[in-house]
């Protein structure tokens, strides 16, 4: 086994860098996209890459916008919540090539619910 150590990894193309396994073959790539933000009060990023704004539609409905659009909406969202207690359930509710809607709701109650930390990930 070896060892790459990098500063930067650059496509030569403009979409991203393709991983391949030891037969050549594509079986990913990187996130094209991510976000961590407070869901309560007023919405604001703790950390993100590739997203322009998180808009709130109102409790426990978001959407995040991205900088650089998808190529179509044919993308995979998972999303995560937490606030320290209780169990929640996420919904992906709208994918466009340039944004991506999320929903949180509390599990027992099943009612849109604002949460602590919103973290959503995009993979395409």
Known sequence: MSTL???TIQSST???PTINNSAGTAIGTFCR???NFNGTGTVATRAFFNVQSIVDNGTGD????FTTAMSDANYAAVATTGNGSGSRVVSNVDSLSSSHRVQTMASTTGTLTDFTFVNVAIFR
Do not use: C
Request: hydrophobic share 40%; net charge neutral; aromatic share 16%.
């Open 14 to 16: 403009t979409s991203p």
């Open 62 to 65: 978001y959407t995040v916008n």
């Open 33 to 35: 996209a991510w976000v």
């Open 5 to 7: 150590s990098v500063g």
